[in-house]
């Protein structure tokens, strides 16, 4: 079945530093892909839809300017959380879905910004 | 934009009984209804998915129904087992590429031995 990887899983960094997070499609092509956060004992919440080739589409509330995504090829989307603060400490979870087929998501991402 | 409630938040059953996990959603444009499972410290696992051409969808003891009507779908799980538990989370979208999956707020289930 399709595959999504996400490097790295786990990460800790000093606050005001900025990290940066790989999502990949191992074996399918993505034109889209999205990136979600998910906060302790909490739902996934939609961040902001990487597009291949274009702007990233980022929800209401979502700071592009401190999230920024790139998805420069059909196969890798990144996220970098730039200046980090501790309140950016959160698990951040890929996803992408193959054509007209189910999501998939990655293993996901555990900052803690200290 | 679509809204999905999930119901219960929590949810603990003794092992060999049947759990039940519901999900209204709010965009009647939604054709794609999946469910997740997730461990802690990982990313989401799809389980099953209904999409909006049929009513029902069985895989083992995993079952999906959907009710396009009252927009409400449902998981049931028979025949629990401790390695059940986890977080489930129901979703809601318009299955394309380019269309995200809006999430329930999770159900944490317990399967006790």
């Known amino acids: 079945g399709a595959v999504v990887s996400q490097h790295p899983s786990r990460v800790i960094c000093k606050s005001g530093t900025s990290v940066k997070i790989e999502c990949r499609s191992l074996d399918f092509q993505a034109t889209t892909m999205f990136w979600y956060r998910q906060f302790p004992k909490q739902s996934l919440m939609l961040m902001a839809t990487?597009?291949?080739?274009?702007?990233?589409?980022?929800e209401q509330g979502v700071e592009k300017d401190k999230f920024l995504i790139n998805h420069a090829s059909l196969t890798l989307s990144t996220l970098t959380v730039t200046s980090a603060h501790p309140e950016d400490s959160s698990f951040y979870i890929c996803?992408?879905?193959?054509?007209?087929?189910?999501?998939?998501f990655g293993q996901g991402t555990r900052l803690t910004v200290v | 934009g679509e809204n999905v409630e999930q119901h219960p938040s929590t949810l603990s059953v003794q092992e060999g009984d049947s759990a039940v996990i519901k999900c209204t959603y709010s965009?009647?444009?939604?054709?794609?209804f999946p469910w997740y499972k997730q461990e802690l410290g990982k990313g989401p696992q799809l389980i099953i998915d209904?999409?909006?051409?049929?009513g029902e969808k069985k895989d083992q003891r995993i079952a999906v129904t959907l009710n396009k009507t009252a927009k409400h779908f449902s998981l049931h799980i028979t025949e629990t087992q401790p390695e059940d538990s986890a977080v489930y989370f129901c979703?809601?979208?318009?299955?394309?590429?380019?269309?995200?999956?809006?999430f329930g707020k999770g159900t944490r289930l317990s399967v006790i031995a």
């Open positions: 209904i999409r909006s051409n049929v």
């Open positions: 996803s992408a879905i193959p054509g007209f087929a189910e999501a998939f």
């Open positions: 990487s597009n291949e080739g274009s702007k990233a589409t980022y």
């Open positions: 979703a809601a979208s318009g299955n394309s590429g380019n269309t995200p999956l809006v």
């Open positions: 965009d009647s444009a939604s054709n794609y």
